[in-house]
Antibody
Framework: EVQLVESGGGLVQPGSPLKLSCAASGFTFSSNWLNWIRQAPGKGLEWVASINPDGSSTYYPDTVKGRFVVSKDNAKNTGYLQMNNLRSEDTAMYYC??????WGQGVMVTVSS | DIVMTQSPFSLAVSEGEMVTINCKSSQSLLSSGNQKNYLAWYQQKPGQSPKLLIYYASTRQSGVPDRFIGSGSGTDFTLTISDVQAEDLADYYCLQHYSYPLTFGSGTKLEIK
């Protein structure tokens, strides 16, 4: 079964770091782009990061550039999103997606004091 | 950045009716190289992660019912759902992946009367 499973979410204080993981199974993870998309409570979808299949190129919107780092370990079939200096506006459900087709179930990140 | 203007914000229809959702991009999404429009449509049912319906503006993803039809080119795109079913209750989003930053439309909430 083609599957992505996110983990690592939780409640953190503003300014704290947090690292999300995205475990892939059932498909060739190393051949696909990995994307992270988030959705604040009751809001729409926002693209957060992308990394190409071999991990050599990454892309971010200005809202997270310099604070978030996307990576992937093709040997472990796992992608990551390292989030630093978190802000209250980063509170959202975070989804990983392989290409644009397969999405995980999401993991909640809450930034609050 | 490419701005995606999606309309309407919400709509309510009875089963069996047809609905159209529109998405307008601030720049053309048509690649001169391969003549493909880099526009996708997603469906997000309550409590679920988004699901890809349409890619390249008009290509239906495998397994998606043929009542979902994507059309348009350049800057104007439409998702048509014919013979709406109760299971189509969801939020619908367009996404441009022509250039970074990737940008989503603001979403359309489809309600069933």
């Amino acid at each position: 079964e083609v599957q992505l499973v996110e983990s690592g979410g939780g409640l953190v204080q503003p300014g704290s770091p947090l690292k999300l993981s995205c475990a892939a199974s059932g498909f060739t993870f190393s051949s696909n782009w990995l994307n992270w998309i988030r959705q604040a409570p009751g809001k729409g979808l926002e693209w957060v990061a992308s990394i190409n299949p071999d991990g050599s190129s990454t892309y971010y919107p200005d809202t997270v550039k310099g604070r978030f780092v996307v990576s992937k370990d093709n040997a472990k079939n796992t992608g990551y999103l390292q989030m630093n200096n978190l802000r209250s506006e980063d509170t959202a459900m975070y989804y990983c997606a392989s290409g644009g087709i397969t999405w995980g179930q999401g993991v909640m990140v809450t930034v609050s004091s | 950045d490419i701005v995606m203007t999606q309309s309407p914000f919400s709509l309510a229809v009875s089963e069996g009716e047809m609905v159209t959702i529109n998405c307008k991009s601030s720049q053309s999404l048509l690649s001169s190289g391969n003549q493909k429009n880099y526009l996708a449509w997603y469906q997000q049912k309550p409590g679920q992660s988004p699901k890809l319906l349409i890619y390249y503006a008009s290509t239906r993803q495998s397994g998606v019912p043929d009542r979902f039809i994507g059309s348009g080119s350049g800057t104007d795109f439409t998702l048509t759902i014919s013979d709406v079913q109760a299971e189509d209750l969801a939020d619908y989003y367009c996404l441009q992946h022509y250039s970074y930053p990737l940008t989503f439309g603001s979403g359309t909430k489809l309600e069933i009367k």
